[in-house]
């Protein structure tokens, strides 16, 4: 069992940064590969970036890619989003994901939200 709580999300403008977190309870958290999701008000959720167990390996949405960066610390049981040159589109809930293989999420955050004013 993986318990998962973000934080960080808030209001910024167009063109600033913020960095999510994701604390993760369990000691089983280097079995999973550890991801991010957003889902923005009236959307279905959307992947946004995913890190393998390792943390040697990366990906990421298009919508994202290039601006975005995903980083896990093992010693701290987190996973982090930095999140740059943030545009409005990006505003949504966005939620931490843990899962034990490629393509399948088990575990979910509560969210946190990322308002991007323009």
């Known amino acids: 069992q993986v318990q998962l709580a973000e934080s960080g999300g808030g209001l910024v403008q167009a063109g600033g940064s913020l960095r999510l977190s994701c604390a993760a309870s369990?000691?089983?958290?280097?079995?999973?590969?550890m991801g991010w999701f957003r889902q923005a008000p009236g959307k279905e959720r959307e992947f946004v970036a995913v890190?393998?167990?390792?943390?040697?390996?990366?990906y990421y949405a298009d919508s994202v890619n290039g601006r975005f960066t995903i980083s896990r610390d093992k010693a701290q049981n987190a996973v982090y989003l930095q999140m740059n040159r943030l545009k409005p589109e990006d505003t949504a809930v966005y939620y931490c994901t843990a899962g034990a293989r490629a393509g399948e999420y088990d575990y979910w955050g509560q969210g946190t939200q990322v308002t991007v004013s323009s």
């Open positions: 369990g000691r089983t958290f280097n079995n999973y590969r």
């Open positions: 890190i393998s167990r390792s943390g040697g390996s990366t």
